[in-house]
């Protein structure tokens, strides 16, 4: 599975969007991006994926450029509940086997 | 719907001592992952069972093994205990081991070792 780089830490007021990059230079054109989130004390929860679409759910959407090189993990009106780790995962759609980096600690602060 | 389930939710381990962890898929998954969560750091792949066969195994020594029954449950034994086995360690299910997957964790199993 391709590498992926993310900022360690972010913070976005109460009420307003979240923008979450994530670098992924290495992706060969059959891997997936997939997004999930570890709230403290919890296991991961899925968010979203995309292979090269922009995708939205109703939780957040995700945007990756043209080159497929990067994406952007949108939360439109962020709450103190999206306080949690987010990982940015980049897998071939087959098997169970996710590589998780050190993911970005998302601070939502009132 | 029940989510995953694992149990216990806390133990506590001596060194040298062998641990059993448990896990319920949410119901029509027949994937189950184990991973280790280690303070600090992203969870690490440790396991994979659909239709109770191995399906990928991490980088973890063989201390650790795991099994999946004809219920689609799962097990996950580790052996000799290290010091550094201490981790969250979560199971995670899945409808197939193949092909497109969501996969949906449990709340984990928190081992310390001392």
């Known amino acids: 599975d391709a590498k992926t780089t993310q900022p360690p830490s972010m913070d976005c007021a109460e009420g307003r969007a979240a923008n979450l990059p994530c670098n992924h230079s290495?992706?060969?054109?059959?891997?997936?991006v997939y997004w999930y989130r570890q709230i403290h004390s919890q296991g991961p929860q899925y968010i979203i994926h995309?292979?090269?679409n922009n995708e939205t759910n109703e939780m957040a959407s995700l945007i990756i450029t043209e080159d497929r090189k990067s994406s952007t993990l949108i939360l439109p009106h962020a709450t103190l509940r999206d306080t949690a780790v987010y990982y940015c995962?980049?897998?071939?759609?087959?098997?169970?086997?996710?590589?998780f980096g050190g993911g970005t600690r998302l601070m939502v602060k009132p | 719907d029940a989510g995953v389930t694992q149990s216990p939710t806390h133990l506590i381990k001596t060194r040298g001592q062998h641990v059993t962890l448990r896990c319920s898929p949410i119901?029509?998954?027949?994937?189950v992952s184990w991973y280790q969560q280690v303070l600090g750091q992203g969870p690490q792949f440790i396991f994979q069972?659909?239709?109770?066969?191995?399906?990928g195994r991490g980088n973890f020594p063989d201390r650790f093994s795991a099994r999946q029954f004809p219920n689609y449950s799962s097990e996950l034994n580790v052996n000799a205990l290290l010091l550094g086995d201490s981790a969250l360690y979560l199971c995670?299910?899945?409808?197939?081991?193949?092909?497109?997957?969501?996969?949906?964790f449990g709340a984990g199993s928190r081992l310390t070792v001392l």
């Open positions: 995670a299910s899945s409808l197939t081991g193949l092909g497109a997957n969501v996969l949906t």
């Open positions: 290495t992706i060969s054109g059959n891997e997936y």
């Open positions: 995309g292979l090269k």
């Open positions: 995962i980049v897998r071939f759609n087959a098997g169970n086997m996710l590589t």
């Open positions: 119901s029509g998954h027949k994937s």
């Open positions: 069972y659909y239709e109770k066969e191995e399906r």
